[in-house]
């Protein structure tokens, strides 16, 4: 690119030379012929005047008749006359008198226009090859008219000596151009070369931390993965792996302590990543939090190895303006060839391995191809939320609630599925974290509170009272409207609030304590229920329990499975009834799927119980025929 600019640029400068000179050169003689022309005149009206005096002597004198038959008295006036003239006539009283004449000048129309005119003029005009000055001159009161022309030689010898000099300027004046426009040439392009570089260097590195970035890596791996490679990898039994390295909860940090704070960790853990003692490593700020360590030449243990060390690494406290920060990273691992053969496929398997590391807490994760499998339908399951939500495909199932020990139906929770056009009916463990982790989250549970409460009303209709547990996401909580769509509906459909209970699990309920408290004490004063589902598996301290205002808990299944067997279980749901009792709540029994567990749970004062022993989540159709059996 540099060699095509310096050619342009030299071409441009010598073209620019060319037509300079040319210029130069044309703008030169044109001048230097003026200026001869203005002296040839000048020198010529003189020599004119004089021979004007001396006519106008010789009239006085009475020898005009002699002037063209006296050779003494012409000669004497050719004698005023240069060589280069070459005519001079006189015309006198209509007497013509040529003392000097050629036949070259004599058809002149310009001459003989003046000439017929009896009006002054002169010119310069060309007559077979010459050039000639013309000067008429009529003076009226004399009665006395004189036409000299007389040839330009001198003229031409100072525009030939002016041209001549010219041209070896204008030659100077050229080169002298050509190696100005080399210097210049050389002189920008080196200038761009720099420039180049340094535009390169930009756009292929992070400025933050110095580190190539993005289109370095693509750029890199455009060069790097091709059949040779492939070829050579299978051949000695080697692996290129691509680490996908994101940091845990770094949003936190720079919405707590600035951005300014989060460079500094960026910067911090870009230094440590170049320190990794692999050799053929490279490190890339891929984007935001995320990070790449290309490596290549490894077997499979030191590609583990170097995933361990990179948690390891990260994981060192990090100092910035005298605060310490334990961060964490999250690393998805990928290996060329057998992950993939194009950059994308490799970066894409190394990001769904990444997400199974921090959903998982793994620290780093291999991928395996049944990770994509599965990534890619939870892709395309979130690509078809709207329509979902549009069609009308997510549809509620109810499990009945129980009270013990006399198993009477006091309730049921409503379960959602979604009712897919290609794959069936699919349970809430395929989807749910997907909505949550969507825009639609807020319009998915007011579409699952409309369908429960329009199918309480429905049963009211049909002489069945019976309260509907709805679960809602902790993300509702901030939704600055649920409770008011709540009440709405409520009224709108003309069913008791008392009918409703709104189920948030507790780990998700302790999330923001303050701001669940304040939604869940503004859904009491509506009169719904309220309860926390899975209690027990959250980390939250049992002492929450009285800063939330619920009428139920819900034991999790976790408990219940080996409490028959387990006295370790059996002892934590016996404090927790008994915590419940104390404080007027009462507690539910998930999961419960054996006689011998309900026994149990009877025996140590559970209040309720939901599970499979009693029913499976069932279609509003098939509940609605259960609850109308069991009221007979």
Same mark, same amino acid.
């Given at each position: /690119?540099?060699?095509? =600019? ?51 002597? @010789? ?26 003239? $070459? ?27 003046? #000439? ?10 060309? $007559? ?19 036409? /000299? ?85 299978? &051949? ?79 994981? %060192? ?36 391995? /990444?997400? %199974? ?7 780093? %994760? ?28 997510? #549809? ?57 409460? $329009? ?10 009272? =019976? ?10 909580? /901030? ?15 003309? #069913? ?45 301290? =049992? ?16 408990? $219940? ?8 279980? &059996?002892? @934590? ?34 209040? =309720?119980? %939901? ?22």
């Amino acid at each position: /690119m540099s060699s095509a =600019l310096r050619k342009r640029v030299l071409y441009s400068s010598i073209g620019l030379a060319i037509v300079v000179s040319a210029i130069f050169i044309n703008v030169a003689l044109n001048l230097s012929r003026d200026l001869g022309e203005s002296l040839e005149l000048e020198h010529s009206t003189k020599v004119l005047s004089q021979l004007t005096k001396h006519v106008k002597s @010789v009239i006085h004198d009475g020898k005009i008749n002699e002037l063209a038959l006296d050779v003494n008295v012409k000669d004497e006036l050719i004698g005023l006359l240069g060589r280069d003239v $070459i005519g001079l006539e006189i015309w006198f009283n209509k007497k013509h008198i040529k003392l000097k004449s050629s036949p070259s000048y004599a058809l002149n129309k310009l001459i003989n226009n003046a #000439v017929n005119a009896h009006k002054s003029n002169f010119d310069f005009i060309e $007559i077979d090859d010459d050039r000639v000055l013309w000067i008429y001159e009529n003076s009226p009161i004399d009665n006395l008219s004189i036409l /000299m022309v007389n040839k330009t030689y001198a003229l031409d010898k100072a525009t030939t000596y002016v041209s001549n000099r010219l041209v070896i300027t204008a030659f100077l004046t050229f080169w002298l151009a050509v190696w100005g426009a080399l210097f210049i040439s050389a002189l920008i392009t080196k200038r761009f070369e720099q420039s180049n570089k340094k535009l390169k260097y930009l756009a292929t590195h992070d400025i933050l931390t110095g580190l190539p970035n993005r289109a370095y890596l693509y750029e890199y791996a455009q060069l790097y993965l091709n059949a040779e490679n492939i070829k050579k990898h299978q &051949e000695v039994n080697t692996l290129l792996a691509v680490y996908l390295i994101d940091l845990d909860k770094f949003k936190d940090i720079n919405d707590t302590m600035g951005h300014l704070v989060g460079d500094e960790i960026l910067k911090a853990i870009s230094i440590r990543l170049c320190n990794l003692k692999e050799k053929n490593s490279q490190v890339i700020r891929y984007g935001g939090d995320e990070f790449v360590v290309w490596c290549d030449n490894l077997d499979e243990t030191k590609a583990t190895s170097l995933a361990e060390n990179i948690v390891t690494l990260c994981r %060192q406290p990090i100092e910035v303006n005298n605060y310490v920060f334990e961060t964490s990273v999250s690393v998805g691992v990928s290996y060329y060839p057998r992950s993939g053969i194009q950059l994308d496929d490799l970066l894409r398997n190394a990001d769904i391995s /990444m997400y %199974q590391a921090k959903k998982h807490r793994l620290g780093f %994760q291999v991928f395996q191809q049944e990770l994509f499998t599965r990534s890619e339908f939870r892709i395309n399951l979130r690509g078809q939320l709207n329509s979902a939500l549009e069609q009308s495909q997510f #549809v509620l199932y109810y499990q009945p609630k129980v009270q013990l020990p006399s198993n009477n139906i006091i309730g049921v929770e409503a379960l959602v599925r979604w009712l897919h056009p290609l794959e069936g009916l699919l349970g809430p463990n395929m989807f749910i974290d997907i909505i949550e982790q969507s825009m639609f989250v807020h319009e998915f549970t007011r579409y699952v509170l409309m369908q429960a409460i $329009i199918q309480c009303r429905t049963w009211l209709d049909n002489g069945i009272e =019976l309260s509907i547990a709805v679960n809602i996401s902790p993300y509702n909580l /901030m939704d600055p409207d649920l409770v008011s769509y709540i009440s709405d509906l409520l009224i709108h459909y003309k #069913v008791p609030a008392a009918l409703i209970e709104i189920e948030l699990t507790e780990n998700a309920s302790m999330v923001n304590i303050d701001k669940t408290q304040e939604i869940f004490t503004q859904l009491k004063k509506l009169g719904v229920k309220l309860s926390i589902d899975d209690f027990g598996t959250g980390m939250s301290s =049992l002492a929450y329990i009285k800063h939330l205002d619920v009428d139920y808990i819900k034991i999790d299944r976790l408990f $219940i499975n080996d409490v028959v067997t387990d006295k370790r279980d &059996e002892a @934590v749901i016996s404090s927790l009834l008994v915590l419940c009792q104390k404080l007027n709540i009462l507690t539910i029994a998930e999961g419960v799927e054996t006689i011998e567990q309900a026994n149990k749970l009877i025996n140590l004062g559970c209040d =309720l119980a %939901q599970g499979y022993l009693y029913s499976k989540p069932l279609p509003a159709e098939e509940m609605t025929k259960l609850l109308s059996n069991s009221k007979e």
